[in-house]
């Protein structure tokens, strides 16, 4: 079956640090674009950052500097490592895939993780 | 970024209605535009693609159309398990960007 599997949220103070993974099954994750979407309470889904072919990575600006994503194919995984948490980082984080064939629409989501940023 | 507007925010309609959801980006973004459907504690889940593409495995009365700057979501007969919200979003360039959504709501 084709899936990704989120974990590593939780709640964490200010400043501080939490890791993501994203696990795929049934595809390569090399193969594909790999985002991390995020939905804070009651808000519009906010893309926040991809990782391609090769090692290409793009961020949005809110979380440029702070948050890298990372990729581990031998464990078909992805990461994304979050630095200096903020508490408008709180949110539901997904991963999901994408790729040309569907001119990069996301077909493929996990069921999310919840991060919440408060002390 | 291309900003997503969506309208209307939220919509009430029975079972059988036809139900229309419109999506204006502030750029062109040619037939770069997904649709989503979301339920409560679940993920989007990819319904359109390619602005006119259904996605495998979606009902048929589910269709979009639309280039440019304006696109529409319609679903022909709308039945229980679609009252949900609905999200568009680009993927003509970075960074991608989505709707605030609309909510289909029991009338």
């Known amino acids: 079956e084709v899936q990704l599997v989120e974990s590593g949220g939780g709640l964490i103070q200010p400043g501080g640090s939490l890791r993501l993974s994203c696990a795929a099954s049934?595809?390569?994750?090399?193969?594909?674009?790999i985002n991390w979407v995020r939905q804070a309470p009651g808000k519009r889904l906010e893309w926040v950052s991809v990782?391609?072919?090769?090692?290409?990575?793009y961020y949005s600006d809110s979380v440029k500097g702070r948050f890298a994503i990372s990729r581990d194919s031998s464990k078909n995984t992805v990461y994304l490592q979050m630095n200096s948490l903020r508490a408008e980082d709180t949110a539901v984080f997904y991963c999901?895939?994408?790729?040309?064939?569907?001119?990069?629409?996301?077909?493929?989501w996990g069921q999310g993780t919840m991060v919440t940023v408060s002390s | 970024d291309i900003q997503m507007t969506q309208s209307p925010s939220s919509v009430s309609a029975s079972v059988g209605d036809r139900v229309t959801i419109t999506c204006r980006a502030s750029?062109?973004?040619?037939?770069?535009l997904a649709w989503y459907q979301q339920k409560p504690g679940k993920a989007p889940k990819l319904l359109i693609y390619?602005?006119?593409s259904l996605q495998s495995g979606v009902p048929s009365r589910f269709s979009g159309s639309g280039s440019g700057t304006d696109f529409t979501l319609t679903i022909s007969s709308l039945q229980p398990e679609d009252f949900a919200t609905y999200f568009c979003?680009?993927?003509?360039?970075?960074?991608?960007?989505f709707g605030q959504g609309t909510k289909v709501e029991v009338k």
């Open positions: 979003q680009q993927t003509h360039s970075f960074p991608s960007t």
């Open positions: 990782i391609y072919s090769g090692d290409n990575t």
């Open positions: 750029q062109l973004i040619s037939s770069w």
């Open positions: 999901a895939r994408s790729w040309f064939n569907i001119w990069y629409a996301f077909d493929i």
């Open positions: 390619a602005a006119s």
């Open positions: 049934g595809f390569t994750v090399s193969s594909h674009y």
